[in-house]
């Protein structure tokens, strides 16, 4: 690592211990959505008027409630039915973490460029985390997709003090400063955001490949879709299975995600999340 990516790192770490970093505020419609989820009086009718506000958030929407994330076995294409589907809980959190797309993006073009890779990286792993979930534990599927999509969002205000400054810097040296930062950073927002812990300790915990707790969580789902996501087809060239305890609790051996069943799943549900 050179000067000059050391340099940055510590200077966002001192704007950090100095509360003085700019985080990330959660989109218009993540926040409606979420007050919509407290609110025991709510009707799908309701909630899709607020949706159907954003035209794109609705065709996402709909492409998520025709997925294999729902495993319904009828297309529809009316914005009322596919939060029904869904349910009110599981509608509130695909559309807070929908509207998450907005946020990954950037005028300068690297940035911009290495922001919507993320994006495309974080969907994937939601997509897995979430088909994982609903085959292997009694947990929530739309929350381990949720955890996916938010897992590297720590990257958010890196690449903002990087546009705002005009850093020269190449691919390779952006990267190397995200990964030094993102898990600390990805915390710091989602307590921001008042997430719940559960989804907090994902970013800081997801490469902990040796981690020990009792039961499977959220932390081992996105950990075990994102070696799934680098390695899936490769198994070989990732870490000895022995070394990633995650895979255990879930309950799953690397060598089962190449079931081309499975992985079509997988595939599908990220596909429903990306654009």
Same mark, same amino acid.
Not at 86 to 103: K, P, V, W
Not at 112 to 119: F, H, S
Not at 162 to 185: C, F, M, N, Q, T
Not at 196 to 200: D, G
């Given at each position: 690592m050179?000067?000059l990516q050391?340099d940055i790192?510590?200077e966002?770490?001192?704007?950090?211990?100095?509360?003085r970093?700019i985080?990330?505020t959660?989109?218009?419609?993540?926040?409606?959505?979420?007050?919509?989820?407290?609110?025991?009086?709510?009707?799908?009718?309701?909630?899709?008027? +607020? $949706?159907? @506000?954003?035209?794109?958030?609705?065709? #996402?929407?709909i492409? =998520?409630?025709?997925?294999?994330?729902v495993? /319904?076995?009828?297309?529809?294409?009316d914005?009322?039915?596919?939060?029904?589907r869904?349910?009110?809980?599981?509608?509130? @959190? %695909?559309?807070?973490?929908?509207?998450?797309?907005?946020?990954?993006?950037a005028?300068?073009?690297?940035v911009?460029?290495?922001?919507?890779?993320?994006?495309g990286?974080?969907?994937? =792993?939601?997509?897995?985390?979430?088909v994982?979930? #609903?085959?292997?534990?009694?947990?929530k599927p739309?929350?381990?997709?949720?955890?996916?999509?938010? &897992?590297?969002?720590?990257?958010l205000? +890196?690449?903002s003090y990087?546009?705002?400054?005009? /850093?020269?810097?190449?691919?390779?040296?952006?990267?190397? %400063? $995200?990964?030094?930062?993102?898990? #600390?950073?990805g915390?710091?927002?989602?307590?921001?955001?008042?997430f719940?812990?559960?989804?907090?300790q994902v970013?800081?915990?997801?490469?902990q490949?040796?981690r020990?707790v009792?039961?499977?969580?959220?932390?081992?789902? +996105?950990?075990?879709?994102h070696?799934?996501?680098?390695?899936?087809?490769?198994?070989?060239?990732?870490?000895? +299975?022995e070394? =990633?305890?995650? &895979?255990?609790?879930?309950?799953?051996?690397?060598?089962?995600t190449?079931?081309?069943e499975l #992985?079509?799943?997988?595939?599908s549900?990220?596909?429903?999340?990306?654009s």
């Open positions: 050179d000067a050391s790192i510590e966002i770490e001192l704007l950090i211990q100095k509360d970093l985080l990330p959660l989109p218009e419609i993540a926040l409606q959505a979420r007050d919509a989820a407290l609110d025991p009086n709510i009707s799908a009718r309701e909630l899709a008027e +607020v $949706v159907s @506000n954003d035209p794109a958030m609705t065709a #996402r929407l492409r =998520v409630a025709n997925s294999p994330l495993r /319904a076995q009828r297309q529809i294409d914005l009322g039915q596919a939060i029904a869904m349910g009110m809980s599981m509608a509130c @959190n %695909i559309i807070s973490a929908l509207a998450m797309r907005q946020m990954f993006q005028s300068h073009p690297r911009d460029t290495l922001m919507r890779e993320i994006w990286r974080s969907t994937e =792993v939601a997509g897995i985390a979430a994982l979930c #609903r085959h292997y534990t009694p947990l739309d929350q381990a997709m949720l955890a996916g999509l938010l &897992y590297q969002v720590g990257a205000p +890196v690449f990087i546009e705002e400054h005009d /850093a020269l810097l190449s691919s390779d040296a952006l990267d190397s %400063i $995200v990964a030094a930062l993102h898990p #600390r950073l915390a710091l927002i989602l307590s921001h955001w008042e719940p812990q559960e989804l907090i970013p800081m915990d997801y490469t490949l040796q020990q009792p039961v499977a969580d959220y932390v081992d789902l +996105v950990t075990v879709a070696l799934e996501s680098l390695y899936g087809s490769h198994p070989e060239n990732g870490p000895a +299975v070394t =990633v305890s995650a &895979y255990a609790r879930i309950g799953l051996q690397p060598t089962q190449g079931d081309a #992985r079509q799943e997988m595939k549900t990220g596909q429903a999340l990306q």
